[in-house]
C-alpha cells in the first residue's frame, strides 16, 4: 500500500509539471501525501500486534532459535507466572540463552505458586507447559492490544515495570461453567522499541489469583 502510494505522489509530480492546472495537482499531491503519513501513523501503531502474532505462532512450535530474533538485544526477555510481575526474583534470558533454552534441563527458581506460597523451581520445559502455552494462545478467544482483558485479584503492573512498553494479551475465557470464570487463561506479549525496531522484554501468563 505505501509503494503505491508512493508511486501516485510521484505520478502526480510529473502531471504538476506537465500541466497548466499546477493548484489543483498540488491539491492531489497534498492529499496523497497525507494518506501516506496515515498510513504510516496506522503502520507504527499496528506494528507491536504484528510482531505479537509472529511471537506467539514461534512459542507455539517451540521455536526458540526463532525467538532468539525477537528478543531484545540489550535487556532480554523476562518470564512472570503471573499477572504481576516480580522484577527482582523471576527470570531474564539474553538471546544467547532462548536459542538455547528448549535444551536447557537447569531447575530454575521462577517466583511463588500463587495461593500455597511454594517456590516455582522448573526446567524451562516444564515452565513452558504450565505458565507459557498451557492454551493455544495463536488461537485466542480475544486479543487486547495494550488493553487489559484478564483480571484476578493480584495488581496487574504491566505498565509500571514496562512504561516504554506496548503489550498483546492473548485470551482465554474460562472453560468450566462451576468455576464461575475464574479458570481464565491469558499470555501477555510485551514489546519495547529499539533502534526504530519491537523487540520482546517480557512473557506473562494470566490466570486468576487468590
Not at 497525507?34 to 505479537?52: F, G, I, N, R, T
Request: proline share 4%; hydrophobic share 40%.
Amino acid at each position: 500500500m505505501r509503494k503505491i502510494l508512493f508511486a501516485l505522489v510521484i505520478v502526480a509530480v510529473s502531471l504538476l509539471g506537465c500541466t497548466s492546472q499546477g493548484a489543483e495537482q498540488e491539491a492531489r499531491i497534498a492529499g496523497l501525501e497525507q494518506e501516506l503519513a496515515a498510513w504510516e501513523k496506522l503502520s507504527q501503531s499496528q506494528q507491536p500486534l504484528l510482531s505479537a502474532l509472529q511471537v506467539v505462532q514461534l512459542l507455539k512450535e517451540k521455536d526458540f532459535a526463532g525467538l532468539a530474533n525477537w528478543v531484545h538485544p540489550e535487556k532480554g526477555v523476562r518470564f512472570s507466572p503471573y499477572p504481576h510481575v516480580y522484577v527482582e526474583v523471576e527470570q531474564v534470558f539474553t538471546v544467547q540463552q532462548i536459542a538455547k533454552l528448549w535444551q536447557d534441563e537447569t531447575v530454575y527458581h521462577w517466583g511463588t505458586y500463587d495461593g500455597i506460597g511454594d517456590p516455582i523451581k522448573l526446567t524451562f520445559a516444564d515452565y513452558y507447559q504450565r505458565f507459557i502455552y498451557d492454551y493455544d494462545f495463536a488461537e485466542p478467544q480475544m486479543i487486547g492490544n495494550n488493553h487489559l482483558i484478564g483480571r484476578g485479584n493480584a495488581i496487574d503492573n504491566v505498565h509500571e515495570v514496562y512504561p516504554q512498553g506496548k503489550f498483546i494479551e492473548f485470551y482465554f475465557e474460562g472453560q468450566h461453567p462451576e468455576y464461575g470464570g475464574a479458570d481464565w487463561r491469558s499470555l501477555k506479549l510485551v514489546f519495547e522499541q529499539h533502534n526504530g525496531s519491537w523487540y520482546l522484554v517480557g512473557v506473562i501468563h494470566g490466570e486468576w489469583t487468590i
